[in-house]
Structure formats: structure tokens, C-alpha cells
């Protein structure tokens, strides 16, 4: 086998390797979503947040 025509079958080889994944394949699973999260919770803890940083005073 020349050098020419080994450089061609290792190019070739490579070429059929996979190098990710099929994002259509039904093997990958479904994605995670967030959790969803309290909007109420979130704001107060904000705001005991921002009052201990003494960014604003309490009411």
C-alpha cells in the first residue's frame, strides 16, 4: 500500500467516526426543566437580603 493511498484510508477511518450526538435519536432523553420556583418566597427573601446589606430600612 503506497503512502498516498493509507493517508486516503485513514482519512476515511476518521471520517466515520461519530463526534457528537444525533439530537433527533429517540435514545436521548427528555431535557430537565428547572424547578419552578415560589415568586412570593423569592421576593422576601430579597428583601431580607437587601434590609441586612443595609440597602433599604424596614417599613
Known sequence: MSDFERKVSERLERKKEVKGVDPASSMNG?????????????????????KQAGRIQGL
Request: zero cysteines; a positive charge.
Open 30 to 50: 427528555a431535557k430537565r426543566r428547572p424547578r419552578q420556583t415560589d415568586g412570593q418566597e423569592a421576593g422576601r427573601s430579597l428583601y431580607q437580603r437587601l
